[in-house]
């Protein structure tokens, strides 16, 4: 089984670096509403999907769970 995660509250990427260090684990969207964290996290995880946005506002939720079931997570992670 591997997991495809969605990191919430990613800042720079701490969690998703340590879980992404097993092989079954891969982070495929990170969100925050820190601007420079999440480009810090960009840097550090190019290959991730980012979202810029307060999870409490509508639209922001919205395109995050289009992109979760675009992309299948099946794992939530917060920090």
């Given at each position: ?6 990191d919430l509250f990613s800042g720079a ?12 684990y891969k982070t495929v969207i990170a ?49």
């Open positions: 089984m591997s997991y495809r995660i969605l990427g701490g969690f998703s670096l340590g879980l992404d260090q097993l092989e079954v969100t925050d509403f820190n601007k420079a964290a999440l480009e810090t996290f960009k840097k550090n995880f190019p290959d991730t999907e980012t979202i810029l946005g307060d999870i409490t506002c509508k639209e922001t939720k919205k395109k995050i769970i289009e992109k979760a079931k675009e992309l299948n997570v099946n794992m939530v992670i917060g920090g």
